[in-house]
């Protein structure tokens, strides 16, 4: 029997976030500049060292993956990493295949990705009006989001919305944006934004709309109950007794989840960065690539990356400074 991954706190990684690649059709102002230099192919990871490490690490306990990026959809070739780990699935020592996307072209995979055992999608979707969309995303837009929506749920997809909560910006349609999600039978969750990455010109304290804020508007128009259920990430939840919805919070910046980090995550040059709020991270690339094939090496190296998990992070806003910021962009690590 293979040791399961236990870091030094007792805490078991069983949660693995996989970013497939840091390009992205869209250009979220909250996530990337407008003119943003990608990573030329021989620094990604291939699709078949993300089978290796990704089977490596489902063969030491994880058992759910979600793929991310950038924009996963948009990795050429994408559909057979998904075909590879539905073997995984299949033998059942995966219990989840899932991706975040940005919905973009769900309608072209939806149908596939349901084939390989996708049976959950996170879709981030801020606002339900097309010019503001067009202004987040600066490259999306929104009927081609909706289409990718219906064709998600069309296929049999359960589909959660996520919507980073900006002030100023998407406020105002907070009510819509649950009637929406509740009317489609969709879950939602309100992510807090995080100070990632050098975007230039936007000032992170100006975006920075506080879920605890939210939460007491919505509190205004329903009822809420917390919920118990946690899911070893950031996310809490409430139900909204009139319409019996659930909603998420998700507010990376605070530290009362670390304990029970249940995760990490690679990104698509094969750095497993142990924390979202930390810089350390472990360099799985060079030891793939000086012995490819070798899984004892490759286990030993992920091995000592989760013996140098940090006990939690150290975002704080709290000082209308931001601590702790990192010098990486969201897309790189995945969200
Ligand atoms: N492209 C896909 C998407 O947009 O869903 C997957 C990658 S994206 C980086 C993952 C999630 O991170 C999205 O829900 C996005 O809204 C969120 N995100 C990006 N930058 C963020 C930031 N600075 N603060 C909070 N959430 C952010
Ligand atoms: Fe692309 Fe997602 Fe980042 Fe938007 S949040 S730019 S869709 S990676």
């Known amino acids: 029997m293979t040791a399961p991954l236990i870091d030094p706190f007792q805490r078991a990684i069983s949660y693995l976030r996989v970013s497939v690649t840091d390009r992205c059709d869209f250009r979220c102002v909250y996530c990337m500049s407008e003119n943003m230099q990608f990573l030329p192919k021989k620094e990604l990871l291939s699709l078949e060292e993300l089978d290796w490490i990704s089977t490596v690490f489902v063969r030491l306990g994880v058992q759910k993956l979600r793929i991310t990026g950038g924009e996963p959809l948009v990795r050429r070739d ?48 801020d606002t339900l009006d097309e010019a503001k969309f067009a202004e987040i995303t600066r490259w999306g837009r929104l009927p081609q989001v909706m289409r990718g929506i219906d064709a998600a749920q069309a296929a049999g997809l359960r589909v959660k919305i996520n919507v980073v909560a900006l002030k100023g910006f998407n406020e105002a349609e907070l009510f819509d944006i649950v009637a929406w999600c509740a009317d489609r039978d969709m879950d939602l969750t309100f992510i807090e934004v995080m100070p990632m990455g050098d975007l230039g010109n936007e000032d992170r304290l100006d975006q920075y709309w506080s879920l605890k804020d939210l939460r007491m508007r919505l509190g205004e128009q329903y009822q809420l109950t917390d919920l118990a259920e946690r899911s070893g990430g950031p996310a809490r939840y409430v139900r909204l007794e009139e319409t019996g919805q659930k909603i998420g919070f998700i507010t990376p910046l605070s530290h009362n989840f670390c304990e029970s ?27 793939m690539r000086e012995h490819p094939g070798d899984d004892d090496v490759l286990e030993d190296a992920i091995r000592a990356a989760i013996r140098l998990k940090p006990k939690g992070h150290d975002f704080d806003y709290s000082r209308q400074k931001v601590d702790g910021q990192m010098t990486r962009h969201m897309s790189h690590t995945g969200g």
């Open 78 to 125: 994408i559909l057979k990493y998904f075909q590879g780990m539905s073997r995984h699935l299949d033998s059942g020592a995966l219990r989840e295949l899932t991706l975040t996307t940005n919905g973009s072209q769900l309608e072209r995979f939806a149908a596939d990705l349901v084939a390989c055992g996708v049976k959950r999608v996170n879709i981030s979707l």
């Open 261 to 287: 980090c249940n995760r990490v995550r690679l990104t698509c040059t094969g750095e497993l960065y142990m924390c979202l709020g930390q810089e350390d991270m472990a360099d799985l690339r060079a030891p």
